[in-house]
């Protein structure tokens, strides 16, 4: 008699607002998301006050590892309609006489950097697994009696000549190794680069001039 | 959980059982799913962007012979050498062998006292000039758009006279940072003209001479 009635089930809160939120939220990151393309090598770069940002598309970024490996890597962006990538390996292999299936085409246009002469590039191509594939890299030839970077750059300049550079140096790299790209690149009739660094602010006062 | 909850309380007796069952929807899956998502998304975007220097080199002489180096004026000319383990050389001037005796070298360091304030010293004119601007903006005295802002410090750079002309060497096993570094001081104390050259033979002798004379101080100090 008079017992008190305990409530079997907990109260319902209602998460209908947090739910909603959730969605979203989520809706606004996969619009966002631009996904970090997995780099072949890591590099540390160096930091500068510099605010201007990377272009998007149509560059071609010269990796320089901390133990002077050059990579070359060509990107034309989001539109992957003009197939630039396909079409300047189809040029290298003329060049050097490595004849590329239509599927090794497909597969290098989804690739990313690479450091390899042309004679290797075809396994590196084929391989499946991504950790034997990065420790495949062996550097890009460059010395004047078979410098293919020469040839990577003039190839992608004839398919787009707009093309910008970016170099992208660890800061622990040589800089004798730095200077031989730009070279490179200069013979090529490129005098404009774009050093990748990170940001860092820098104040100077007035008063201690 | 979220629920959806019908009102159907006491209607059910006597009454024929609609074919309505009570829609209770278990979204605890799905929202599960959302947050995971919602996770990964979150975790894989990267929102801050590579940032670039951008510099622009003179074009290369292809022919040694018709094409002539660019005149400095000896007054204006700074000279930086970078040596390896951070170190930076300078001296005013030109080095020039027919006319003795050669410039001494100065050393210093990267740090905010270091080659910053021998550079800052040279440009003051054209630093207090840019640097007013840009004050003028941020307190909103001044009110000019980005694009105006960089015209305008350009057009202040190519008037500048009496700034130095930095001339930017590097020896051997001089580290790519050390580069960076150089250029971004360019940058900072808004320096009008540099300029990235190889080192010459008599600089390099300069450089072998003051550090073999630096190294035996070392010695003879302890």
């Given at each position: 008699?008079?017992?008190?009635?305990?409530?079997?089930?907990?109260?319902?809160?209602?998460?209908?607002?947090?739910?909603?939120?959730?969605?979203?939220?989520?809706?606004?990151?996969?619009?966002?998301?631009?996904?970090?393309?997995?780099?072949?090598?890591?590099?540390?770069?160096?930091?500068?006050?510099?605010?201007?940002?990377?272009?998007?598309?149509?560059?071609?970024?010269?990796?320089?590892?901390?133990?002077?490996?050059?990579?070359?890597?060509?990107?034309?962006?989001?539109?992957?309609?003009?197939?630039?990538?396909?079409?300047?390996?189809?040029?290298?292999g003329k060049q050097f006489s490595?004849?590329?299936?239509?599927?090794?085409?497909?597969?290098?246009?989804?690739?990313?950097?690479?450091?390899?002469?042309?004679?290797?590039?075809?396994?590196?191509?084929?391989?499946?697994?991504?950790?034997?594939?990065?420790?495949?890299?062996?550097?890009?030839?460059?010395?004047?009696?078979?410098?293919?970077?020469?040839?990577?750059?003039?190839?992608?300049?004839?398919?787009?000549?707009?093309?910008?550079?970016?170099?992208?140096?660890?800061?622990?790299?040589?800089?004798?190794?730095?200077?031989?790209?730009?070279?490179?690149?200069?013979?090529?009739?490129?005098?404009k680069f774009n050093l990748t660094?990170?940001?860092?602010?820098?104040?100077?006062?007035?008063?201690?001039? | 959980?979220?629920?959806?909850?019908?009102?159907?309380?006491?209607?059910?007796?006597?009454?024929?059982?609609?074919?309505?069952?009570?829609?209770?929807?278990?979204?605890?899956?799905?929202?599960?799913?959302?947050?995971?998502?919602?996770?990964?998304?979150?975790?894989?975007?990267?929102?801050?962007?590579?940032?670039?220097?951008?510099?622009?080199?003179?074009?290369?002489?292809?022919?040694?012979?018709?094409?002539?180096?660019?005149?400095?004026?000896?007054?204006?000319?700074?000279?930086?050498?970078?040596?390896?383990?951070?170190?930076?050389?300078?001296?005013?001037?030109?080095?020039?062998?027919?006319?003795?005796?050669?410039?001494?070298?100065?050393?210093?360091?990267?740090?905010?006292?270091?080659?910053?304030?021998?550079?800052?010293?040279?440009?003051?004119?054209?630093?207090?000039?840019?640097?007013?601007?840009?004050?003028?903006?941020?307190?909103?005295?001044?009110?000019?758009?980005?694009?105006?802002?960089?015209?305008?410090?350009?057009?202040?750079?190519?008037?500048?006279?009496?700034?130095?002309?930095?001339?930017?060497?590097?020896?051997?096993?001089?580290?790519?940072?050390?580069?960076?570094?150089?250029i971004d001081e360019m940058a900072?104390?808004?320096?009008?003209?540099?300029?990235?050259?190889?080192?010459?033979?008599?600089?390099?002798?300069?450089?072998?001479?003051?550090?073999?004379?630096?190294?035996?101080?070392?010695?003879?100090?302890?």
């Amino acid at each position: 008699m008079g017992k008190i009635k305990i409530h079997a089930n907990p109260p319902k809160i209602d998460m209908t607002p947090m739910v909603d939120l959730f969605f979203l939220l989520l809706v606004f990151f996969i619009l966002t998301a631009t996904f970090r393309p997995q780099e072949a090598v890591m590099v540390d770069t160096p930091s500068s006050v510099s605010n201007t940002t990377t272009p998007e598309k149509h560059i071609i970024t010269l990796t320089i590892s901390r133990d002077n490996m050059v990579f070359f890597n060509v990107d034309n962006g989001v539109d992957t309609s003009e197939h630039l990538r396909g079409k300047i390996l189809q040029a290298m292999g003329k060049q050097f006489s490595v004849r590329f299936t239509p599927e090794e085409i497909k597969r290098f246009e989804g690739m990313n950097s690479f450091a390899l002469p042309m004679d290797r590039l075809k396994a590196w191509i084929n391989e499946k697994d991504s950790e034997v594939r990065d420790g495949m890299h062996l550097g890009m030839p460059m010395d004047s009696t078979d410098n293919q970077l020469q040839y990577w750059i003039r190839m992608s300049r004839i398919y787009y000549p707009e093309f910008d550079v970016a170099i992208k140096g660890d800061a622990a790299a040589d800089y004798k190794q730095v200077k031989k790209v730009i070279d490179i690149l200069q013979d090529n009739n490129v005098n404009k680069f774009n050093l990748t660094t990170n940001l860092e602010s820098v104040e100077i006062s007035m008063e201690n001039l | 959980m979220a629920e959806i909850i019908q009102n159907e309380g006491g209607k059910q007796k006597g009454k024929k059982r609609s074919k309505r069952h009570s829609t209770h929807i278990d979204m605890t899956p799905m929202v599960d799913l959302a947050c995971l998502l919602l996770t990964f998304f979150m975790l894989t975007t990267a929102f801050s962007k590579a940032k670039v220097m951008e510099i622009v080199l003179p074009e290369k002489v292809k022919d040694p012979k018709t094409a002539k180096a660019p005149e400095v004026d000896d007054k204006r000319a700074l000279n930086i050498i970078l040596v390896e383990g951070d170190k930076v050389l300078w001296y005013n001037g030109l080095a020039n062998p027919a006319k003795p005796p050669l410039p001494t070298l100065n050393v210093t360091d990267f740090s905010d006292e270091g080659i910053r304030r021998v550079l800052l010293q040279r440009n003051k004119d054209l630093f207090i000039q840019i640097e007013e601007m840009n004050i003028a903006v941020t307190a909103g005295t001044l009110k000019l758009s980005n694009d105006t802002i960089t015209a305008r410090r350009k057009k202040m750079m190519t008037k500048d006279v009496i700034g130095p002309v930095v001339l930017i060497k590097a020896a051997d096993n001089v580290k790519y940072r050390n580069i960076v570094d150089i250029i971004d001081e360019m940058a900072i104390t808004n320096i009008a003209r540099y300029a990235l050259i190889d080192i010459n033979d008599v600089e390099k002798k300069m450089v072998a001479d003051y550090l073999a004379a630096t190294g035996s101080n070392a010695a003879s100090n302890k």
